[in-house]
């Protein structure tokens, strides 16, 4: 059973669509990150986020924490198919060090 | 931020055989881990990486397979041991940063054959 569910798994849309990427634990974090990872990379960080309730945007992208921080969302206005990739989330746990990653969702963005 | 230098990038080994992945960093960090990522997967945490003493390893991985050194604040290596086809993955090092931030290296990617 993975710390954190990322849903869906898989998600194929049309360009200009938008698309939310979810990511649930019934444990509570000190700080989630969003990581996108393209083929043959590491994963790049988008964004961290510590607060409850915290709302962050990078361009298209809407991140939010859950006010229990125990959930995140990433939200995609007028996906591209430069968004194509695998969204990971990952959260580091109060009193730990270590970082947990869900299972990603795999995105693909059609022209 | 971390600048995060991982080698080999790739490389292709036979069964029975041992490999050592090294992982240097631009600035001293507190905390380096090693992840692996196996095909189509997401990551999963194989150790802690610390100085000056034994690594911290996550449920499911040894020390006798994976071994891993820190010898100081910038540098760790990582060895996968005895590989079997089933070690063919991505093997990631990350640091965290003073600032909590979490980086990646590129990944060492191995095939066993």
């Known amino acids: 059973t993975q710390l954190l569910e990322q849903s869906p798994q898989f998600l194929s849309i049309q360009e200009g669509e938008n698309l939310t990427v979810y990511c649930n634990s019934s444990?509570?974090?000190?700080?989630l990150q969003w990581y996108r990872q393209e083929p043959g990379e590491g994963p790049v960080l988008l964004v961290t986020?510590?607060?409850?309730?915290e709302v962050k945007k990078l361009k298209r992208l809407t991140f939010q924490f859950g006010d229990a921080r125990k959930d995140s969302s990433l939200h995609i206005t007028a996906a591209q198919p430069g968004d194509t990739g695998l969204y990971l989330c990952a959260g580091v746990r109060n009193n730990n060090n270590d970082m947990r990653f869900g299972a990603g969702t795999r995105l693909t963005v059609k022209p | 931020s971390a600048v995060i230098s991982q080698k080999p990038s790739r490389d292709i080994c036979q069964r029975g055989t041992s490999l050592t992945i090294q992982c240097q960093v631009d600035?001293?960090?507190?905390?380096m881990f090693w992840y692996r990522q196996q095909p189509g997967q997401s990551l999963t945490l194989i150790a802690t990486a610390n100085q000056g003493s034994e690594a911290t390893y996550e449920s499911g991985f040894v020390i006798d397979k994976f071994p891993i050194s820190r010898p100081n604040l910038t540098f760790s290596t990582l060895t996968v041991s005895n590989m079997s086809p089933e070690d063919s993955s991505i093997y990631l090092c990350?640091?965290?940063?003073?600032?909590?931030?979490?980086?990646f290296g590129e990944g060492s990617w191995l095939t066993v054959v």
């Open positions: 986020v510590v607060t409850g309730g």
């Open positions: 444990s509570v974090f000190s700080s």
């Open positions: 600035s001293q960090v507190t905390m």
């Open positions: 990350s640091v965290r940063t003073p600032g909590n931030t979490i980086y």
